[in-house]
T-cell receptor, first 110, second 114 residues
Framework: QKEVEQNSGPLSVPEGAIASLNCTYSDRGSQSFFWYRQYSGKSPELIMSIYSNGDKEDGRFTAQLNKASQYVSLLIRDSQPSDSATYLCAVNGGLHQLIWGAGTKLIIKP | SQTIHQWPATLVQPVGSPLSLECTVEGTSNPNLYWYRQAAGRGLQLLFYSVGIGQISSEVPQNLSASRPQDRQFILSSKKLLLSDSGFYLC?????????????FGNGTRLTVT
């Protein structure tokens, strides 16, 4: 069975520090990887997508993909209280299928 | 750009009552549409998907059903709700037609079965 694993947290990070979120996946054939942010009571919103090994940067966010080790991570630099949310990792599992992690709750402390 | 509308935003229903949640999509044609459920503190569970009018695929056995009467309309239903049906229901579509496209979600419906 295809799985995506995330540490449920909560992960507590001081404001201004780097938050590091990790995700591992089981399907070696996966080609697409996504990070979503979900505020309490709201729907998930896409913040990063990554398709090839290495780093991809977008503002304060950096996604890192290592297909050989089957992990994908999200770094948030200069963390702000508004970054406090649950971060969901999703991996393409085939046609019509995204495999979802349970999410990591991130708390940024002022 | 694509917009997904869901209603109602919140719903409280007694056990045994029927359910109808509606999702409509603007800004695209012939989208693949998806119903997900998220239980409290849990990940997203795919319930149904549809690749076209009248075409429904179910991912999990349950007392819910889905229908797609129009190209941009997707409905989630139940004849008799169970307590375990409580959760956050999300309608989604892929942002574009590419194989690596991310999912885009509506605002969701919070269902509480009492």
């Amino acid at each position: 069975q295809k799985e995506v694993e995330q540490n449920s947290g909560p992960l507590s990070v001081p404001e201004g520090a780097i938050a590091s979120l990790n995700c591992t996946y089981s399907d070696r054939g996966s080609q697409s990887f996504f990070w979503y942010r979900q505020y309490s009571g709201k729907s998930p919103e896409l913040i990063m997508s990554i398709y090839s090994n290495g780093d991809k940067e977008d503002g304060r966010f950096t996604a890192q993909l290592n297909k050989a080790s089957q992990y994908v991570s999200l770094l948030i630099r200069d963390s702000q209280p508004s970054d406090s949310a649950t971060y969901l990792c999703a991996v393409n599992g085939g046609l019509h299928q995204l495999i979802w992690g349970a999410g990591t709750k991130l708390i940024i402390k002022p | 750009s694509q917009t997904i509308h869901q209603w109602p935003a919140t719903l409280v229903q007694p056990v045994g009552s029927p359910l109808s949640l509606e999702c409509t999509v603007e800004g695209t044609s012939n989208p693949n549409l998806y119903w997900y459920r998220q239980a409290a503190g849990r990940g997203l569970q795919l319930l149904f998907y549809s690749v076209g009018i009248g075409q429904i695929s179910s991912e999990v056995p349950q007392n819910l059903s889905a229908s797609r009467p129009q190209d941009r309309q997707f409905i989630l239903s139940s004849k008799k709700l169970l307590l375990s049906d409580s959760g956050f229901y999300l309608c989604a579509s892929f942002r574009d037609a590419g194989a690596n496209s991310p999912l885009h979600f509506g605002n969701g419906t919070r269902l509480t079965v009492t």
